[in-house]
């Protein structure tokens, strides 16, 4: 049931009040969207040819079969990461939406558009610069060989003024449109991606860790552009997507871990003793699922959201939390002769966490404190 309390007065000019009733099904009808594309964009993002091409260190040859060339605007589609950059605008979104129920405003506004415009831009932007980064290490990959700038669609220098361009004027925009902080927030998380994040995955396995901090940041700048400052609500956003991540990613990491080694690309996953590589991964994935319980009740604890989400983000951890334990499987696999272990655990655990993430901020978002007007 919806918390929100509503006035059934008239407002002077303004007409009568729209019956709570009626909003609380606009508001379950926006929310019920929100989670179906959110689950819809990540989920085509990662379903791609698990084939491995198994000549190490060399480009994919192409096809036998020639290919139809991408149109220019469905190159600029994947150089902007659309389904990527989709899920970093629902999150922005979830975010400035329960930062306007704290304000006691409504989060369908003109703010919300200009905020999100904003992030589109700049995350677009951030991807483009990653790509030109990565273009070399995307020529040995499967999965991104066919990348307009690995394949010499677009060059070098079309994709870093592409790319520059929309994270620069993208952040200023934010800092005009919604608030300065916003702006800077949003800077900095395009320059921690492309500047920190992606130069160190040839370096170190670290680069998992430092790179889960621009990924969360998402919801905590929505929160911003909402409310004007960081406050306690939008940090727990930002600790549920940090620890959402590492369970995700090391399920990735997993599965196309012969696609990273041949690319050079530090993970956790490519390390040289495979049984090592195996233990390590489901130990952190184990970590993060455990701590994911505790987190996911920090916006319940501040008072963001009430009873019916903290009973819901518990039963969705736990069940997290369960499709990890399960990914533990991979221990099987791997021995000395580094024998391959079955990838449906990893698959499946992959597929829990894009279920998990949207439910629970939908939840969330259904069940917040807050005054919601229209």
Known sequence: MDRIAFKQAR???????????????????????????????????????QTVDRTAGQPLAAPAVSQARPT???????????????????????GFYLGSLRSGISPFNAGMVKALAGIAVVTCGSSALNQALERTSDRLMRRTSNRPMAAARISLAHGLILGFAATFLGSLYLARATNPLTGTLTLLTAVGYVAIYTPLKRVSTINTFIGAFP????????????RGVIEWPGVALFAILFVW????????????REDYARAGIRITATLGDAGYAARSTVIQALFYAVLMVAV???????????????????????????????????????????????????????????IFLPLLLAAMMLDARGRLLF
């Open 11 to 49: 407002v002077p000019g303004r007409g009568p009040t729209v019956s709570p009733l009626h909003v609380a099904c606009i508001r379950k009808r926006a929310i019920l969207k929100f989670v179906a594309l959110t689950a819809t964009s990540h989920t085509a993002d990662h379903t791609a040819d």
């Open 72 to 94: 220019l605007l469905a190159d600029y589609a994947t150089l902007f990461k659309v389904r990527v950059s989709t899920m970093v605008i629902i999150t922005s979104a979830a």
């Open 215 to 226: 990924g969360a940041l998402p919801p905590l700048i929505g929160w911003t552009a909402a």
């Open 245 to 256: 991540q590492f369970p995700h990613f090391m399920a990735i990491g997993w599965m196309y």
């Open 296 to 354: 996911s009740l920090w916006p319940f604890a501040l008072g963001t959201a009430g009873d019916v989400y903290a009973a819901a983000a518990v039963v969705l951890s736990l069940g997290y939390l369960w499709y990890t334990i399960r990914f533990a499987a991979i221990l099987r696999g791997p021995d000395s002769h580094n024998a391959p272990s079955p990838p449906k655990p990893a698959r499946d655990l992959l597929h829990a966490s894009i």
